[in-house]
């Protein structure tokens, strides 16, 4: 008995092995185009389960493909004489469509619809079918007919993605939102397939149709799903202000959590849209009593002041900070404010010594593993911002060692590199960002990779680093915010140093500083002087992004960025640039850009 089992398993795995492999045989004879071949496999599997519908269509498929009408015709009308299910029904339409006969056609795909009076519920069934063969009108006519047949049904999803495939998509949308209407727990789902229609450009024509159907919905149906999805789509043309708007109708209705609007802040502070951010920060604060909240909100304020503020106002600002310490304490819950102040200290108020202590004293607190090493990272800068490189190092090796494989961890690492290259020493830099170039974070990977060559491009033309040296110098003194001074040692590269490599590498590092001092022109004549000499060098293409950004985003001349956004699209495909540039460009351009 056991031994009958066992031939009994070996046989069904041999014919399962078999089988498997003549049907991944035939789908490759198909895919090459060697049809008779795909033919014979085929009708082997077909013979050994005239049952299974997979192997009928694909048989029916491959007489097609050899204009075998006749036998294809042959197979569907027996096997329909057996199961009248109506995909064979629309695949005998299309055989007939193949040979030109419309009207025959039709009168299959006609049969195929009525069915649905029998079983509405056949629609996907018979929709699909209709779309394999781009027989798009008549998949349409299915999912309305079967809705009008039994209204309890409901295929607008349906119907918006044939809508879409015909390029229609007013009625893709109106069909999406019919959908949300019924199910609003697709309301994600669906900013997910509008995001494919609708650009950052509001005057984009897939925008505005959005627009006006969502502002139509509010006025008639004020459910709270339309103005979350309009508030999205004003998001994505970066009008926070009148995502603002959307959400603070939705907060009014719902009175529920203020996290979306914390996020739209957040989101419009990246965006460097201070204005709008602080508006937005300021209503949180109206309308919470959450200690948590008001602290963070407190502290984005105070980072948005103090990022646009003069030099005499930082006193005022410093007055801020102490009113919420003297109001929540020096504790665990304002931790991050602590931290914050502790940067303003040392790089706003220029009192480093002050800002240190300070923080010594929030390592005291009652805090995680995580929370120590988040302080002592801001420490470290303060120290290194001091030139107290060793005693920096200590702190940021101790993070390396308390919270293993974080990117916190990975981001002290490189600072570690940063410091030891500030202080001259380049190989021991050097080693530590071979290491990151793995760095699960992309971009500490991309600044490793950067100062790394920065690095092993300058050593070794000079054997005693001098040129390196006093670029290193420079760098240091703009992290330590001494411009100017940045600025001048700068010049000194590139007039001792001038042909030297580093040339193109204090060019550029002095471009941005002066976009700092908002001397835009001496900008303008650094970036202008890599595009011309180095042409062929690693910063050409940031030179020409940068420079394109400035006259973007900064001089308003929109004409000049486009003319260089299109010299990295066809001069500099490799560019970690090339797909923010092609977007940018094809906006400035005037393109519907999906």
Excluded at 361 to 377: C, D, H
Excluded at 423 to 431: I, L, V
Excluded at 474 to 493: C, G
Aim: hydrophobic fraction near 40%.
């Amino acid at each position: 008995m056991k031994q009958l089992l066992c031939l009994f398993f070996l046989l069904f795995g041999y014919l399962s092995f078999s089988q498997s492999d003549e049907e991944q045989l035939a789908a490759d004879y198909y895919k090459r185009g060697e049809f008779e071949k795909a033919l014979i496999s085929y009708q082997k599997l077909y013979d050994a389960q005239p049952n299974n519908y997979n192997y009928i269509f694909h048989l029916i498929k491959t007489h097609q493909e050899l204009e075998q009408f006749d036998l294809a015709e042959a197979l569907l009308e027996s096997k329909i004489a057996i199961y009248r299910n109506p995909s064979l029904m629309i695949e005998l339409g299309y055989n007939y469509q193949l040979q030109d006969n419309l009207v025959k056609a039709n009168e299959c795909y006609e049969e195929a619809l009525s069915k649905l009076e029998e079983r509405p519920d056949y629609a996907p069934l018979i929709g699909r079918q209709f779309e394999q063969h781009s027989l798009l009108d008549y998949a349409i006519k299915t999912y309305k007919k079967a809705m009008v047949l039994d209204p309890k049904l409901n295929y607008s999803r349906e119907l918006a993605n044939v809508y879409g495939e015909q390029g229609n998509i007013e009625m893709l949308f109106t069909h999406y939102i019919a959908y949300i209407e019924a199910k609003p727990e697709f309301l994600n789902s669906a900013k997910r397939e509008f995001s494919d229609f609708i650009s950052e450009n509001r005057d984009n024509e897939n925008n505005i149709l959005l627009r006006k159907l969502l502002l139509k919905k509010i006025q008639i149906q004020p459910d709270t799903y339309w103005y979350e999805m309009l508030s999205w789509l004003y998001i994505q043309e970066k009008a926070y202000d009148k995502a603002f708007t959307q959400e603070k109708a939705l907060y009014m209705r719902e009175r529920e959590s203020l996290n979306r609007i914390i996020e739209l802040a957040l989101t419009a502070l990246s965006e460097k849209e201070n204005e709008v951010a602080s508006e937005i920060f300021n209503y949180v604060l109206e309308n919470t009593q959450n200690i948590g909240t008001i602290l963070t909100a407190n502290q984005h304020l105070l980072d948005i002041e103090t990022n646009t503020a003069a030099a005499k106002d930082f006193l005022r600002i410093e007055e801020k900070y102490k009113q919420l310490f003297s109001t929540y304490g020096i504790s665990e819950q304002t931790l991050n404010l602590q931290i914050a102040y502790g940067n303003f200290l040392a790089f706003y108020l220029n009192r480093s010594e002050e800002a240190s202590n300070f923080l010594k004293g929030s390592l005291k607190l009652n805090i995680s593993a995580f929370q120590q090493a988040t302080v002592k990272m801001k420490l470290a800068d303060i120290l290194v911002f001091q030139e107290k490189f060793n005693e920096g190092l200590i702190y940021y090796t101790q993070i390396q060692a308390n919270v293993k494989n974080s990117v916190l961890a990975q981001e002290a690492r490189f600072k570690v590199a940063k410091t030891s290259y500030y202080k001259g020493d380049f190989e021991w830099a050097e080693s530590q960002l071979k290491i990151l170039k793995a760095s699960t974070s992309q971009l500490i990977a991309n600044d490793a990779l950067d100062l790394k060559l920065l690095i092993s491009d300058n050593k070794y033309e000079d054997s005693l680093h001098v040129a390196l040296k006093l670029y290193a110098k420079a760098d240091l003194m703009a992290f330590q915010n001494k411009t100017d001074e940045a600025i001048s040692i700068l010049d000194k590269v590139l007039t001792e140093h001038k042909g030297e490599s580093i040339e193109d590498q204090a060019l550029f590092k002095q471009a941005e500083l002066f976009v700092k001092k908002k001397d835009y022109d001496k900008a303008i004549g650094n970036y202008q002087s890599i595009i011309t000499h180095y042409s062929d060098g690693i910063l050409a293409d940031d030179a020409y992004y940068y420079l394109a950004e400035l006259y973007n985003n900064i001089l308003s001349e929109p004409e000049k960025a486009k003319a260089l956004y299109e010299k990295i699209i066809f001069n500099h495909q490799d560019s970690i640039y090339f797909v923010d540039a092609r977007k940018k460009f094809r906006m400035l351009r005037g393109d519907a850009i999906n």
